[in-house]
């Protein structure tokens, strides 16, 4: 089991984490540019993290985890995100099954994932497929088929994040009655396939492409009815979980800018100063990019405590969906200013560093097709237009998952 040691001398807890992955941290960036070039996934990366329990931040301490709050989690997430977006990114599942175990301590399977994530484990989750009707939608084609007295598994999810580095799959479908229900099952099990069929121009290797499961035995203490929606506005972590990764790509491309300009020895003939670094626009250009970075994480951080007050006066009072509907309409607030920001500030790179950035050999390119990438879930279009009718006659945002 992978325990974290309280820490001491009034240091915080997010101190002590960070204190605790800085060197793994800055390994996974040394080489995060290569393995996107190159398309290496990171296997042995997401293992040195898991057995350093990273997966078991957000778990209790008595439980064998470091206990961090939901906002210290999201700056780490920044923090990873800065040095590889896809390994931040491959964790974003397993953490948002952790978070709900937290939330739903007496659900059948909170206990389950909270002593694996302390073991090291983590979840990966199988929910969307192509064939549904709408993006996000439930009726799917993939089913669990009675056969004596067991099931068969068959079917075929798409878009399933971190599942290639997961243990365990937690697996959404439909019984042969029709009824909605999950399983959570070993990902070694004979007849689940994760191939590496991902073809994103970005967040390459996140594995974001299909697995498959072909007549999977599953035992029936394994499966779980479940309604999909019993809970309204479940989706925050997701949403807000995906902006901090593209706040963390925004500091590293802050620090790139930095680094690529004060190495710049030549600046143009008809520049106004003899280094790139002393030069009034460039200055102005890698200020831009330092504000844009601030403000990312500034707006993540602000929602993410606006999200773990919420989860307090539920923990204390119960119930409160309209408090969860603002947590998502923050959430959505702070995509659309992240979404636009980060492109933009991934452009900035270029005319910051000059001609040399378009080399290959720099990655650089990486980081605005990450980004694009990453915003592409859901688009701020959506958002804006949800957001405006909120805001002029006061209607409720979608109460589904996938807003």
Not at 65 to 83: Q, R
Not at 179 to 201: C, F, N, Q, V, Y
Not at 220 to 242: G, K, M, N, T
Request: with cysteine; proline share 3%; net charge negative.
């Amino acid at each position: 089991m992978s325990t974290v040691v309280p820490s001491t001398n009034n240091e915080s807890k997010l101190d002590s984490v960070r204190d605790r992955f800085n060197d793994i941290f800055a390994h996974i960036a040394k080489t995060a540019g290569a393995r996107d070039s190159s398309r290496e996934h990171p296997f042995a990366e997401v293992a040195e993290l898991k057995a350093q329990g990273f997966g078991a931040l957000r778990v209790p301490v008595d439980l064998g985890g470091a206990g961090i709050s939901y906002t210290e989690l999201m700056d780490i997430v920044i923090d990873l995100g800065k040095a590889d977006p896809n390994i931040a990114h491959a964790f974003r599942n397993h953490f948002a099954t952790i978070e709900s175990a937290l939330l739903n301590p007496n659900a059948p399977t909170s206990r389950f994932f909270l002593e694996a994530a302390a073991r090291g484990e983590t979840i990966g989750g199988a929910f969307s497929e192509l064939t549904t009707a709408v993006s996000g939608g439930a009726d799917f084609s993939t089913v669990f088929k009675r056969s004596g007295d067991r099931y068969s598994l068959t079917g075929t999810k798409h878009y399933t994040t971190g599942n290639l580095y997961a243990d365990w799959l937690s697996v959404n479908a439909v019984r042969d009655d029709g009824k909605h229900a999950m399983a959570t099952i070993p990902a070694s099990r004979e007849g689940i396939e994760r191939p590496l069929d991902w073809d994103g121009i970005g967040q390459r290797l996140t594995g974001s492409g299909s697995t498959k499961f072909t007549n999977v035995d599953v035992a029936p203490e394994e499966i779980l009815d479940v309604q999909l929606d019993a809970r309204a506005y479940r989706a925050v972590f997701h949403q807000l979980y995906l902006s901090a990764v593209i706040a963390g790509i925004m500091e590293n491309i802050q620090d790139d800018a930095i680094a690529l300009v004060k190495n710049r020895s030549r600046n143009f003939y008809h520049g106004l100063a003899d280094l790139p670094r002393q030069e009034s626009g460039v200055q102005e250009i890698v200020g831009q990019i330092s504000t844009n970075a601030w403000i990312a994480r500034t707006v993540v951080q602000e929602a993410a405590r606006g999200f773990e007050r919420c989860q307090q006066q539920e923990r204390a009072h119960g119930d409160d969906e309209g408090s969860r509907m603002q947590s998502s309409l923050a959430a959505a607030r702070v995509k659309v200013v992240v979404d636009e920001l980060g492109p933009v500030t991934a452009n900035l790179l270029f005319e910051a560093g000059g001609g040399q950035t378009v080399r290959s050999g720099t990655y650089l390119d990486r980081h605005w097709r990450n980004i694009k990438t990453l915003s592409a879930h859901n688009p701020r279009v959506y958002k804006l237009r949800v957001i405006g009718d909120y805001e002029l006659n006061g209607a409720p945002l979608p109460r589904g998952g996938f807003f």
